[in-house]
């Protein structure tokens, strides 16, 4: 990429072909005329075309539309021929694709013949709108989902080499891989065994009614629950692992140790195991050891007869006589104190518990879940945790993944929490903006879907009734994630937002009577001051020299005499 930022774009001059007639109501990029849309409303388009047409024929029309978006831009490109070097203006078209807000592609390996009219390499794609849309729809799946922008990249190649060119990808964001990759090479190269050249054909909709009626009943019943199940919210790779452990746990009795950081939502993990296990309709207890006082978490557990202790009044039954029949989730179970440690581990054994000041045991039945964040073979070797007791807990050990393992979620996550929290303060909100989904998936997220869940509880709160969730409404006198990008002048051009700015002081300094001369005196001596005398240092201020500064106090010095 340019030099490296904007070489292409500055080389060609593309910001001067992006024009914004606001009196006509439009826009336009060189001959073409473009359109501003919500990111948004064309992922609601998407998800209409497949929901209605089933996912064969809607990827056709994306790969379509994009082809025409794709030989629409290689025009302009190929009118550029004789103002740089041929493969610069071949690389418009990723620039382009950046420049129009869908994709930042970057050429990683190609082989060209001018000649032949022959183009065999890869691209990779970051931000892609569609694979973030799909994901927001979707959930992670098992294929590539980018359709339209393979569409574009063939559209374009095809269109400037005049010889069919097909990309295809083999990564995608959309499918849990980290970035997207695409390969490209003349249709014919490919082997279409799979009817993957299908898509580049308009096919005849009215003669395949009844196999897009059956497969459109598969996508639905596919979509339905694909990403939510009860509490548990989730599709990327990660969740996937995590939530196939515990279900598979659900219908049996074994003990299960969920591991995992603050706020991951060990917790909703246990609950959901209770609720699908054949002890559902049997209590729940919960209980968290780190917030109860060693010297009162035994009596917590075990319960405590009258008179055992000085206040100890009534005979109390415990968490595990209460949990009788059903499950007891011990949480932080890493903080237990070594006495409690042990009546733990003998009540496992047995099967047995006895209550403090009690010589009579009881028998229960209970479906053990535990949690800790601490990494309990460490403490085991340090002394602070029995390692006969692990071994009891840790019989089906099930990790649970910080949320940054899990950015695809976030969107998923943040969808649900809104409906959440929209009915808790009565407000009925638009959505979540795109700005406002990148700001929370770029966030490094310590406090995991706890936070997660304050965050949007917060954005509710301040967030307009019937408007939309924005990103200033997420996080409290937090710097924007997101680049503030370009704005328009009054010309009608794009330009950095640091430039706009400039030039709006510019003009208000025009308008209130602008002295050259005294302006660049007093900045001169403002500079000089905050520099303490340095003239070194404030001549790299003013971005100048040291000569030339030390000539213009010169000057300032002689006229103020």
């Known amino acids: 990429m340019g ?32 359109l501003l849309l919500h990111a948004q409303a064309m992922g609601a388009l998407r998800t209409e075309l497949f929901r209605s047409l089933g996912v064969e024929r809607a990827r056709g029309l994306l790969v379509r539309m994009g082809f025409v978006s794709g030989q629409q831009d290689a025009d302009l490109a ?14 418009l078209g990723p620039e382009l694709h950046a420049f129009e807000g869908l994709v930042r592609a970057r050429i990683r390996d190609a082989k060209l013949d001018w000649e032949k009219g022959s183009f065999v390499g890869d691209v990779t794609w970051e931000n892609s709108w569609e694979a973030e849309s799909h994901i927001r729809e979707f959930g992670v799946g098992d294929d590539p989902v980018c359709w339209s922008l ?30 997207c990759v695409l390969v490209g090479k003349p249709a014919e190269d490919w082997d279409n065994a799979d009817g993957y050249l299908d898509y580049f054909r308009p096919g005849n909709i009215e003669g395949e009614l009844a196999e897009l009626r059956e497969e459109l009943a598969r996508l639905r019943a596919s979509l339905g629950g694909a990403c939510r199940r009860d509490d548990l919210i989730g599709n990327s790779p990660a969740f996937e692992a995590a939530f196939d452990l515990v279900r598979k ?15 991951v939502g060990k917790e909703v993990f246990a609950r959901w195991l209770h609720a699908h296990s054949d002890r559902a309709d049997k209590p729940f207890i919960a209980i968290n050891c780190a917030a109860i006082p060693h010297d009162l978490i035994e009596a917590e557990l075990f319960g405590v007869q009258k008179g055992a202790y000085t206040g100890a009044q009534q005979s109390r039954a415990g968490r595990f006589e209460r949990a009788d029949g059903g499950t007891l989730f011990l949480d932080e179970v890493g903080d237990l104190s070594p006495a409690a440690q042990v009546k733990l581990l003998r009540v496992l054994q047995s099967g047995e518990v006895e209550r403090l000041g009690d010589d009579q045991t009881r028998k229960v039945n209970v479906r053990l879940v535990a949690a800790t964040n601490v990494n309990l073979p460490q403490a085991i070797r340090q002394g602070s945790f029995r390692a006969d007791l692990y071994y009891r807990l840790a019989t089906y050990p099930v990790a649970i993944p910080p949320l940054r393992d899990r950015r695809s979620d976030i969107p998923l996550l943040a969808q649900a929490l809104l409906g959440k929290y929209e009915a808790v303060y009565h407000k009925k909100l ?34 307009p009734p019937g408007g939309r969730l924005e990103e200033q409404h997420l996080f409290a006198g937090a710097e924007s994630v997101v680049p ?16 706009s700015s400039h030039n709006k002081l510019c003009e208000a300094l025009l308008k209130e009577g602008f002295n050259l001369e005294a302006h660049e005196a007093r900045l001169i001596e403002l500079a000089v001051q905050q520099a303490k005398g340095n003239l070194t240092h404030a001549a790299r201020a003013l971005g100048i020299t040291r000569r030339q500064l030390a000539y213009r106090l010169k000057q300032n010095t002689a006229a103020a005499e």
């Open 3 to 34: 030099t490296e930022k904007h070489g292409l774009v500055e080389q060609f001059n593309l910001r001067s072909r992006l024009r914004f007639d606001i009196d006509g109501g439009n826009i336009w990029l060189d001959e073409s005329r473009m």
């Open 78 to 91: 190929r009118k550029l021929f004789g103002n740089g070097e041929p493969y610069d203006v071949f690389r």
């Open 150 to 179: 393979i569409g574009y990249a063939s559209g374009y190649v095809t269109r400037f080499f005049n010889r069919f060119v097909v990309f295809r990808e083999t990564h995608c964001v959309g499918k849990g891989d980290e970035q």
């Open 249 to 263: 746990a659900a219908g049996s009795t074994i003990n299960v140790l969920l591991l995992g950081e603050t706020g």
């Open 430 to 463: 638009q959505g979540i903006t795109d700005r406002a989904i990148r700001a929370l998936v770029d966030y490094p997220w310590p406090g995991n879907v706890r936070e997660l869940e304050n965050v949007i509880e917060r954005g509710v709160l301040l967030a």
């Open 484 to 499: 503030a990008g370009v704005e328009l002048d009054t010309g009608g051009h794009l330009c950095d937002a640091r430039e």
